[in-house]
């Protein structure tokens, strides 16, 4: 059985954000992955708002293409345009720079591990070459929409987005990401985002509505007039939609990231949450650390709803009424009340 200080699962934007902090500060930590190759296969639209960037002290080599506005289609007709300054990225060149950044810092990877169980503090890691034991101070879960180490403590996200995304050879419009709602796909949406060479289209479809998100990629291409068969990569995943856990903190157990709830209900918005929330972690991890007190970790469950509390919270109503209404009544109405580029966003349904 192997001691060390933190043992975070999962090596996305959050995990490596939170490794860096703590093995900077002098801590042994070790991240596992169970994925082959960090940042792959890549389960996003891949754009980042232009401010996060001064959360990422690392090359800026992942950019792919600089945005200025975001487009808004209810049912393929444009009804607004909004100042949205951004990027699209290459995920799997931040997510591999970000990750870099801990091992440099001393943090310990292992990939193709898997946590496999939790009992007396105690996690059981199966790894390619057979089996190892960790005895952690502090356990981080940054293993995704559907955390393992979530399910130890009980705190899972149990509401989704289902997502089904082609990336094509670009062409048309290049500065502006474009977003489509339409009847048949169900409280989500489609998107168009261009990258360098390349462009991103996609859809996101409300998992209770039972929808097969590929059927209605489909479906969303051929208004498009785009061939699927003209893709170069296909890529799915799911987004948490339910807003933040309740639980993010249960004794020496921290979740970050996609694993607490950190995402936009609406936008499916979650990188810069993971990365601030895996360095917010970190310090307090370091802080706990240090003075050998379990009970500091609950100042990250404060932190969390001091930070994202309102925006997440205001998504999360958004979408219950997106949800509840979906069909129900007219798609322009429902739009105008859930997206962020409107006023009544802003305001109370």
């Not at 990569?233 to 939609?241: D, E, H, V």
Request: hydrophobic share 40%; proline share 3%.
């Amino acid at each position: 059985m192997e001691k060390v200080d933190v043992l975070i699962v999962g090596a996305g934007p959050a995990g490596s954000s939170c490794a860096a902090i703590i093995a900077k500060a002098g801590f042994s930590v070790t991240v596992i992955e169970k994925k082959l190759s960090i940042g792959e296969p890549i389960q996003c639209a891949e754009y980042i708002p232009k401010l996060f960037l001064n959360e990422l002290n690392i090359k800026r080599n992942f950019i792919s293409n600089e945005i200025s506005s975001m487009k808004t289609f209810i049912n393929f007709n444009e009804s607004s345009e909004m100042k949205s300054p951004g990027y699209l990225i290459d995920r799997k060149i931040m997510d591999r720079s970000l990750c870099l950044d801990a091992i440099r810092e001393g943090a310990k990877l292992i990939i193709g591990s898997k946590a496999e169980t939790f009992e007396n503090g105690c996690i059981l890691v199966k790894t390619k070459d057979g089996n190892n034991s960790y005895l952690p101070r502090i356990i981080v879960g940054a293993d995704g929409p559907l955390s393992t180490v979530g399910r130890w403590i009980h705190s899972r996200n149990r509401a989704f987005v289902n997502t089904y995304q082609i990336e094509l050879y670009k062409k048309g419009e290049v500065n502006s990401t474009k977003i489509y709602f339409f009847d048949e796909c169900p409280a989500g949406y489609g998107w168009v985002f261009p990258k360098k060479e390349t462009f991103n289209v996609g859809v996101g479809v409300g998992v209770s509505f039972k929808k097969n998100p590929i059927n209605v990629l489909d479906y969303f291409l051929e208004k498009l007039h785009l061939r699927k068969t003209d893709g170069i990569r296909l890529t799915k995943g799911l987004i948490p939609s339910g807003g933040i856990l309740d639980t993010v903190v249960r004794d020496n157990v921290v979740l970050v990231g996609d694993a607490a709830g950190l995402v936009h209900s609406i936008t499916g918005a979650g990188i810069p949450q993971a990365v601030i929330s895996g360095k917010m972690a970190g310090r307090i991890i370091v802080k706990s650390l240090k003075n050998n007190d379990i009970e500091i970790l609950k100042g990250y469950d404060l932190e969390v709803l001091e930070q994202w509390g309102d925006y997440i919270g205001t998504s999360q109503r958004k979408r219950e009424y997106m949800e509840k209404y979906w069909g129900k009544e007219n798609l322009h109405d429902i739009i105008i009340n859930t997206w962020v580029a409107y006023k009544e966003y802003y305001q109370e349904s």
